[in-house]
T-cell receptor
Framework: DSGVTQTPKHLITATGQRVTLRCSPRSGDLSVYWYQQSLDQGLQFLIQYYNGEERAKGNILERFSAQQFPDLHSELNLSSLELGDSALYFC????????????????FGAGTRLSVL | GQQLNQSPQSMFIQEGEDVSMNCTSSSIFNTWLWYKQDPGEGPVLLIALYKAGELTSNGRLTAQFGITRKDSFLNISASIPSDVGIYFCAGQLGAGGTSYGKLTFGQGTILTVHP
């Protein structure tokens, strides 16, 4: 158990709908990362938050947004869903309080499998 | 987006054999990591490498950080059935709360071990 909790584990929805994926980081971790894993694109970085603030953006579509709340949990919102958004979405967390890489390993949750029908 | 070139894409081996996989990049990274993913789970860190030229072991796993900082390899010795899974390399520029902490992943190596 990595200590990172993601809910729900599975999500089935229809095109055009909006969903919210939730992530609770490991206790004490301030940094949260979201990744998308699909068959054709592999594991891709979407967005990073640090202590409530957006820190870095990757290949995240404009239809997608995220936020990190004061209690440090994070939500990834996916709207106007398309068939191609079907994928595994992972959240990872790291302490974020040190610039030493060795003290900032990212631990991954079990993911949310999104199926858009 | 940028991805690392990981090879081979898949391997079918007999139990007890050694395995080798590698990763190359067109740009440098300051950290190389190797993760393993089992079905229905998220990636789990196996080995982290922090210095160019570093060779690190974790049980039957050995990984090296290339001198040019553009490549890394992972060896698994005396494979066992529970080694089955997908192995990913990942490169990282920075850490922590900086904007350089994101991981760039290879496409993965699917390992099958026949008893």
């Amino acid at each position: 158990d990595s200590g990172v909790t993601q809910t729900p584990k599975h999500l089935i929805t229809a095109t055009g709908q909006r969903v919210t994926l939730r992530c609770s980081p490991r206790s004490g971790d301030l940094s949260v990362y979201w990744y998308q894993q699909s068959l054709d694109q592999g594991l891709q970085f979407l967005i990073q938050y640090y202590n409530g603030e957006e820190r870095a953006k990757g290949n995240i579509l404009e239809r997608f947004s995220a936020q990190q709340f004061p209690d440090l949990h994070s939500e990834l919102n996916l709207s106007s869903l398309e068939l191609g958004d079907s994928a595994l979405y992972f959240c990872a967390s790291s302490p974020g309080t040190s610039f030493m890489v060795a003290k900032n390993i990212q631990y991954f949750g079990a993911g949310t499998r999104l199926s858009v029908l | 987006g940028q991805q690392l070139n990981q090879s081979p894409q898949s391997m079918f081996i007999q139990e007890g054999e050694d395995v080798s996989m590698n990763c190359t990049s067109s740009s440098i990274f300051n950290t190389w990591l190797w993760y393993k993913q089992d079905p229905g789970e998220g990636p789990v860190l196996l080995i982290a490498l922090y210095k160019a030229g570093e060779l690190t072991s974790n049980g039957r796993l050995t990984a090296q950080f290339g001198i040019t900082r553009k490549d890394s390899f992972l060896n698994i010795s005396a494979s066992i059935p529970s080694d089955v899974g997908i192995y990913f390399c990942a490169g990282q520029l920075g850490a922590g709360g900086t904007s350089y902490g994101k991981l760039t992943f290879g496409q993965g190596t699917i390992l099958t071990v026949h008893p």
